[in-house]
């Protein structure tokens, strides 16, 4: 390819915004006498439709094979230029408006000097450019459910429905999870029984469902679309043939046999073999259907999806560390949900009136525990509270309480609860205490009305909240999702609270925040739609994705330790390879390689050399410090744009590349920046907490603080490499940081190594 | 004279199976102290000056002691890699500093 190159120079005076300080005559005069330029063209308003005409034109007519567009930021007028009838990897936007025109308005002959040579190296740049296809994958139309809880059983009945194949894989032996054990729901009141044997009649009959339950997941590999998912089944030892004669269950001894209620799914009991007795094969013996194999051994399936759905649940709070609640060591205290065990099952005889006391907010609005609102909690007490009031009239009901949440609807119940007797207090008893007699005494400070009482209970409820299952943790790992502070599923939660941050996994119900039942069927049904949505589509792989240059690669692993997307895989041969479905082109591992070997597609090692071997260091006069800045794309570039737009002014003395992540700066190319004569390089990228590529500023930083080291041995200053932090919103402290290095640089005289 | 590794700057090349000055090393002298992870030159007489080890460091973590041969104490050589380019420093035993910057055959 070399200098054979047919470059359309397009330049844009913006009617006057561009025009009035850079010289845009002299410069297209002197441009089209440069090697690989073959038309020189001056526009006042190239992005209009006349301007655009003339590109596409001239491409046609004189077979131009590379476009640059000296003009706005490449991040404005995209549509217009994004169709010039040109690969898009080919045509080059030099920022001369916002990073030039705009900031060194004052100065324009340091302007134009400053255009000139962006002009130059862009089309460096532009010579050792290639065409580029995106990459286009087909999405296999069947999604994976993780969990058959009421989230995971709704998300697997809402795809199917649409006629999408759904496995929904559980680990417990029956589906319906926390759900399942509940005595009713609020608000209506109804048993689970009822909503959930429709949902398991509906996902008998739907014929694209398969269930597996007692599974758990192995490893997860492959990329969104055509995700692989092994899969592990342990025995439930009793096989369909099982009439449900109860035999088993009455001849072990050792409570094993798991058996379903009236309503589970599947109806078949299972095994619970650690709890067997050794050598006992009784049940085997008496099943007169011959459907237990006590031998029966794990299993292991592939799973082929394009979808995941998480719905991995909660577990309730633990109260046993809060020692002042006495939870396990005081007979009649309980947790709320071991309670609905107790209603639903009548486990209590209530013909005795009783005193019952909630205490609400236990461990929950508490650092030392949980941090958050568990959003269920009041409504559980109240619809407990009024079960204990309809069982017996006479049942004396306590809440004590932080601060009652029943939001919306809910309101109904409380007035409900109110108006039926129950006793509601502002403030949380101290310490539980018993005596011999079983009953529970316990003082508390009513805070509205501002005395102490002191409380003699017969049972005491603990409205714990929720925390997310440990299939949450267990799966963060295999499956690559990132999980908040409290190992809840991470999603950006305003504007899209089922995605998590792996394209194609979704999230549905309690795994992603706490939530009630009604809650959770529409965050499934979400999930649900949000996949079919993904199916329809195609993966596209943008085309910018790294290429390793194997005749360089010494597999030194570098690239990929710290990929932070863990996309690096080994090929046949033994060479890194990016698995360009997980890779998001940060360009991290470019900037990671001591061999410089990794390239982006639109952005190589190469390309960054020659541009600096382009840009002339004298470009402001001997005497004047060059600052050589790559500027991240996400947040540093467009700061440094914003400062265009808003006027603030800085020296022409700072030279601009974006690239896509400060980590994807390579030592490499610092050095060759210093060794050339640059007097300065300016990384600038985000916070460490805020760079959207995970780590890539942080490794940009120690890359920068290494070379900065090795120019102290050199006797050179270590000031001559810089990182700053820049967020989007930075424009003010990026011109000032710019002023003050120029400043700095000045004093410390010209770089020596400049010729 | 040998290598001198820098332990804190060395990271075992991340990678923790054979570092890059363990698979430059012409005779095979560097290697990874199992315990702590950073490298070593496990036989120091056996060092040819070659200085591949300090070229090839990602971190910058390997000094070179010049022999006595070429300069004697205070005298040093640490070279700058590029990508295409390899700068020189050069200071002699009474502090004097000089540079030169070479294009090298590294591009492809």
Not at chain 1, 357 to 366: K, L, N, P, Y
Not at chain 1, 610 to 623: Q, V
Request: glycine share 8%; aromatic share 8%.
């Amino acid at each position: 390819m070399g200098n054979e190159i047919k470059t359309g120079l397009y330049l844009c005076t913006c009617e006057g915004e561009i025009g009035r300080v850079i010289d845009i005559d002299s410069l297209a005069e002197e441009a089209s006498g440069w090697s690989g330029i073959t038309a020189v063209h001056r526009d006042a308003f190239l992005c209009s439709a006349d301007g655009i005409r003339k590109i596409r034109e001239d491409i046609e007519r004189l077979g131009l094979d590379r476009v640059m567009i000296a003009a706005c930021s490449p991040f404005f007028k995209v549509r217009e230029f994004s169709d010039l009838g040109i690969n898009r990897y080919l045509v080059e936007r030099v920022n001369i408006r916002e990073q030039c025109s705009w900031v060194h308005r004052d100065d324009t002959d340091g302007a134009t000097r400053k255009a000139r040579t962006m002009l130059r190296v862009f089309l460096e740049k532009l010579k050792n450019s290639r065409p580029l296809e995106p990459v286009k994958r087909p999405i296999l139309k069947t999604a994976l459910v993780i969990g058959g809880g009421i989230a995971g059983i709704n998300a697997t009945l809402d795809a199917a429905g649409a006629d999408c194949e759904v496995f929904l894989v559980e680990r417990k032996p029956f589906l319906g999870g926390k759900v399942a054990e509940l005595h009713n729901y609020f608000p209506r009141m109804c048993p689970p029984s009822c909503g959930l044997e429709l949902m398991f009649s509906e996902l008998g009959k739907n014929r694209n469902i398969h269930v597996q339950t007692l599974s758990e997941i192995g490893t997860v590999t492959g990329s969104p679309g055509n995700f692989e998912i092994l899969i592990k089944t342990s025995p439930r030892h009793i096989n369909e043939r099982c009439t449900l004669c109860g035999r088993c269950l009455e001849v072990c001894q050792k409570n094993a046999v798991i058996y379903p209620e009236g309503f589970s799914y599947p109806g078949i009991p299972a095994i619970h073999r650690a709890l067997c007795e050794e050598g006992c094969r009784r049940c085997k013996e008496i099943c007169p259907a011959g459907a237990i194999d006590l031998d029966e051994k794990e299993r292991l399936n592939n799973i082929k999806a394009g979808a995941i759905v998480l719905s991995t649940g909660w577990d309730p709070f633990d109260p046993t560390p809060i020692k002042e609640f006495g939870y396990r060591r005081l007979k009649n205290v309980f947790t709320n949900i071991e309670f609905e065990k107790i209603s639903k099952e009548k486990k209590i005889s209530f013909d005795e009136p009783k005193r019952t006391a909630f205490i609400q907010c236990v461990g929950s609005r508490d650092e030392r525990y949980l941090p958050y609102c568990s959003d269920v909690c009041c409504m559980v007490s109240i619809k407990q509270a009024l079960f204990l009031k309809e069982v017996n009239r006479e049942n004396e009901v306590y809440i004590f309480h932080n601060d009652i949440r029943t939001p919306g609807e809910y309101e109904e119940l409380y007035q409900k609860a109110r108006k039926s007797g129950i006793i509601f207090i502002k403030g949380i008893p101290s310490e539980l205490r018993q005596d011999g007699n079983k009953k529970i005494d316990f003082s508390v400070f009513d805070t509205v009305a501002g005395e102490r009482l002191d409380i003699t209970a017969d049972m005491v409820i603990l409205a714990v909240g929720m925390r997310p299952s440990n299939g949450n943790i267990a799966l963060k790992d295999k499956i690559g999702i990132a999980l908040n502070k409290n190992d809840f599923i991470e999603s950006h939660l305003q504007c899209y609270p089922q995605d998590t941050q792996r394209e194609g996994i979704f999230s549905a119900g309690s795994c992603r925040a706490p939530m009630d039942v009604s809650r959770s069927i529409e965050s499934a049904g979400t999930a649900a739609v949000k996949a079919l949505k993904f199916f329809r589509g195609k993966v596209e792989i943008s085309a910018d994705y790294p290429v390793v240059n194997t005749l360089k690669c010494d597999v030194c692993k570098r690239c990929v330790e710290e990929c932070p997307f863990k996309a690096y895989y080994f090929d046949d041969k033994g060479f890194p390879k990016p698995e360009i479905s997980k890779c998001r082109s940060c360009g991290v591992c470019m900037g990671s390689c001591p061999l410089s070997a990794i390239s982006l597609g639109d952005l190589s090692i190469e390309q960054l050399s020659e541009m600096i071997d382009a840009l002339d260091k004298s470009y402001l006069g001997n005497d004047e410090p060059i600052i050589l800045s790559f500027l991240c794309k996400n947040d540093a570039y467009r700061a440094v744009d914003d400062a265009g737009i808003k006027g603030i002014k800085y020296p022409p003395n700072l030279f601009s590349i974006m690239v896509p992540c400060s980590g994807a700066v390579n030592g490499a190319i610092v050095s060759k920046a210093i060794s050339t004569g640059i007097d300065g390089v300016l990384v600038a990228g985000c916070p460490d907490e805020e760079c959207h590529y995970v780590h890539g500023s942080m490794l940009a930083k120690t890359r920068l603080a290494d070379i900065s080291d090795k120019l102290k041995e050199m006797y050179l200053e270590p000031e001559r490499v810089r990182f700053i932090e820049i967020s989007r919103d930075d424009a003010e402290k990026f011109t000032r940081s710019v002023e003050d290095y120029a400043k700095e640089l000045r004093k410390i005289g010209r770089n020596p190594l400049r010729v | 004279m040998p290598p001198y590794v820098v332990k804190d700057k060395c990271d075992g090349c991340k990678g923790k199976e054979e570092p890059l000055c363990e698979q430059i090393c012409i005779g095979d002298l560097m290697t990874l102290d199992a315990v702590t992870g950073k490298a070593y030159c496990r036989s120091l007489r056996d060092c040819w000056d070659c200085m591949s080890c300090t070229k090839i460091c990602p971190k910058g973590a390997i000094e070179q002691r010049i022999p006595y041969q070429l300069g004697y104490h205070g005298a040093k050589l640490i070279p700058m890699i590029g990508p295409d380019t390899i700068t020189w420093t050069c200071v002699d035993i009474n502090g004097k500093v000089e540079r030169f910057t070479y294009r090298t055959r590294n591009k492809k």
